[in-house]
């Protein structure tokens, strides 16, 4: 059988946005991780800062509603449930790029997600799995994808959901650098997927120099910049 | 024959965890409403014996030769309508027949690549076809991963019985699709997208078989060549379509002009031949259920042969003779709506009211030729394990009827499939075994030896 290596629009955009949700379980849930330490005997003010990233709308008002919220709300774009749906739903338009030995690692984290959610589980650390399988789903995903421009594409998404997380919770510079190198790095290997205009800008906002999260106007330039950079 | 199927019965929990890994699912719409659901899967699985297979493989071949035949026939010369073996009635009526398909000549003259033979054996061991599925058969990705799963928590049933290997079907349809193909291009599975509920089945072909997975939207057609068409616009030539999506919904140039499922203009890249469609469009006025009925004179007639494969005993209201029978019988008949599928539009004579039967039977006066009647046949129950609460039976096991779908492969040659899909009714009262309407799946063993 003649082997196709053109990615069509459709599929380019799902391993894109596959990249990003899959990553995004990732970060909540080590950031959860993080924030469930602290609650476990913290006073309000240490976890504090991560309620205000993770729900920013401050829909929670208890502990235990915050963690179950963040963990199986699926109205709540930021849980892990909702983005765990998400890349599912790409990832289900992929399986003969990425293998179903790949995917059922995120049919097994959805699966596990829905029966925590039954039992109302509170223990984060009951989602561990999660962690493990979105590592073997990405280490499964680098070694069985045989178009490396559909990988490219994936670990594009992952790089840019990576750098959007780092500069909402304000990273080091070096971190959001590497990130951004990151993107650019996979990004040689597609050339026009990255818009002109918005790399330029962010390859003249990303610089030791001016690099300063605290200030509002200049973090949200960059998140905006960073979310229109990819063009699919 | 001597089976043991303790292992496999005792990892049945073992076997839905690895089904839910895999996403074995299939969608059904209620109420207008997607839905996707595990499909259930019992462990103990349908034993056929090497000299039955030898038997049916026989017949299977013989019987899609004909088919084809006849396909080939109806879209070119008709000498089996002029000869008066086929009424035209049912040839030209038939909602499966195309006229745009006139005179339109298949890579070598193929028309139904793939076809899904339903049969059910009689309890007296003798197997009878109740279906041909011509058009866009579905099922087999489902033993072929039952297969590969049970493998896995039962190894040990595997080594002590000699079972034939079936997860070769997608080396029998690359193959199928390289000779149509022709060195064309790439080869593609069309699927109408994520809600069809067949989804899982188009992905896992597609990965199986190395084809792409193409999406409406992905394929255009320029000067007659069908292209798939990249992020870039760069393009690659497609000289193979298996297409998941249905006749009328394949070209809105030609047939539903609404159609966003389709590719606009495919249907001249088909008749110049620059593009191979698996199945051929037309496919649906071999399997009408009316034509049905001529099948194995179709076999006498193109292959001057016995057919080796028999129909279910069939009645067509259209003949004078049968209608009087099927009207004073109705009772005790099931009838068949032959433009519904799937296990709609089949009721039985015995499960209707008086009432319901005269509207029946008022439908079969107002409208002959839309039905037919077949004798209920007592076929042979299967053994599955008993999961419901009631444990109704002492041994844990109860017993359901089922069918066999035989898929056929037809490229240079044809070939058939050493499994196939064996769909059983989970409702101890009913017939109809589709996964549409509750129906469950095992594994169909074709012994070696």
Known sequence: ??????????KANSLFWLGRYEERVYITLHLMRKCYDKMIDGEMEEYWPFWQELDPQGVYQTNDEFTLGMMYDDGNPNSVMSAQTRAMDNAILLREEIMSETLSYLEMSVALLKKCSEKQETNVMTLQPIIDWSLAFWGAAEQRLQNH???YIMMIGRNIENLDMLLRFEYSYERIAQAYDSVKHYSRQLPGLLDEHMESQLDNLIIREKFNLSDLGYKNKLLAFVNQLVRV | MDIRVTELTDSRNSVNKWMERYGVRFGVYKNGVFNEQLFPF??????????????????????????????????????????????????????GYMPECERISPTGGVYAHIAGIDLVEGKDGQWYVLE????????????????????????????SHTIAENRGYADLLRDMMDEMND????????????????????????????????YPGDLFVEDNKVYYSGIYKERTRVGCIYRRVSDEYMDPLVFEASSLLGVPNVMQAYKTGNVALVNAIGNGVADDKGIYYFVPKMVEYYLDEKPILQNAPTYLPYFK??????LANIQQLVIKDVSEAGGYGVVFGKDLSDEKLEE????????????????????????????????????????????LRAFVVSGKETKVWRSG?????????SFVVNSSQGGGFKDTWVMKV
């Open chain 2, 132 to 159: 041909d599925n011509l058009r866009i058969p579905s099922g087999a990705s489902y033993p072929m991963i039952a297969r590969q799963i049970t493998r896995r928590v039962a190894p040990s049933t595997f080594a």
């Open chain 2, 321 to 326: 003779e049968d209608y009087d029978y099927v």
């Open chain 1, 149 to 151: 421009k559909a990988l």
């Open chain 2, 421 to 429: 899909l064996t769909r059983f009714s989970r409702n101890p009262d």
């Open chain 2, 42 to 95: 019992d462990p103990v699985p349908r034993v056929i014996s090497k000299d039955s297979w030898t038997y049916l493989e026989q017949g299977l071949k013989q019987r899609v030769r004909a088919l084809n035949k006849f396909l080939w026939d109806v879209y070119h010369e008709k000498k089996i309508i002029k000869d008066g073996i086929v009424p035209e009635e049912f040839v030209y009526s038939s909602k």
């Open chain 2, 360 to 403: 029946l039977k008022a439908l079969i006066i107002s409208q002959p030729r839309r039905w037919i009647a077949q004798e209920v046949i007592d076929f042979k129950d299967l053994k599955i394990l008993d999961d419901t609460d009631s444990k109704s039976s002492a041994d844990g096991f109860v017993e359901r009827k089922a069918d």
């Open chain 1, 1 to 10: 059988m003649v082997k196709n290596t053109i990615i069509s629009a459709n």
């Open chain 2, 183 to 214: 060195g064309r291009g790439i080869s593609v599975i069309l699927t109408p997208g994520r809600y069809n509920s067949a989804y899982f089945e188009h992905s896992y072909l597609a990965e199986k078989t190395g084809a792409t997975l193409a």
